[in-house]
């Protein structure tokens, strides 16, 4: 039995998120019906994370697990032309028999890009979500600061997550503005369902001017999702890389 990891990109707007589902296309099911052609035998594999409907990823790892004999190099040519325009894998290589693509990670990345202008787009309107009231980013980008460190976000969850713990550390919380395109860069070592969106959600509020930024840190502290604002919509959040130890040599 060999061991594979591959990297992935996808354009999450005509899927039902990554895991498989019984009734709606996903990026899962889709992955194994390539990688099981191109092995001819029935292949699963396992993503670092899972992503919603219409969620995209720049950076997805997965691994699998194969009686096959193939180069890493036909692997992704084989791969790819099984998949349909809107995944594509970016590389592939042999790892060690204990690497997990999801239990190895010890760091996920994700960031979310709002496009503030008063008119909407044609060509980001699966790719951004669409803000029309002017947001001031650096009071986003003061609000982003309260959150941190290490703590309960039980505040910025799903009431569907299932995590037994909201104990998350966030190590990046960033907010920039390039021209129209606001960028929100998330980096923790773990994610709680909806965190990332619903933290966005809640920044908007802080950019708009109808909370101060120390709200954040308010919301925070009363470990209540009820007080936060609205989750923000999810085709403007990307999974954009995975860490792991340096041993299992990924490609960044």
Known sequence: MHRFALGLEYDGTGYNGWQIQSHAPSI???????????????????????????????????????????????????????????????????????????FSALARTYFYRILNRPVRSALERERAWWVRQPLDIDRMAEGAGWLLGRHDFNAFRASSCQSSSAIRELQTLQAKRDGAVITIECRANAFLHHMVRNIVGSLVKVGQGEQEPSWMGQLLAQKDRTLAAMTAPPHGLYFASVEYAPRFNIPA
Request: aromatic share 6%; charged share 25%.
């Open 28 to 102: 899962q099911d889709s992955l194994n019906r390539a990688l099981s052609r191109v092995a001819d035998e029935t292949v699963s594999c396992v993503g670092a994370g899972r992503t919603d409907t219409g969620v995209h990823a720049r950076g997805q790892v997965v691994h699998f697990d194969t009686t096959a004999e193939r180069t890493p190099r036909s692997w992704l040519l084989g791969i790819n032309s099984n998949l349909p325009d809107d995944i594509n894998v970016l590389w592939v290589q042999a790892v060690a028999d204990d690497f997990h693509a999801r």
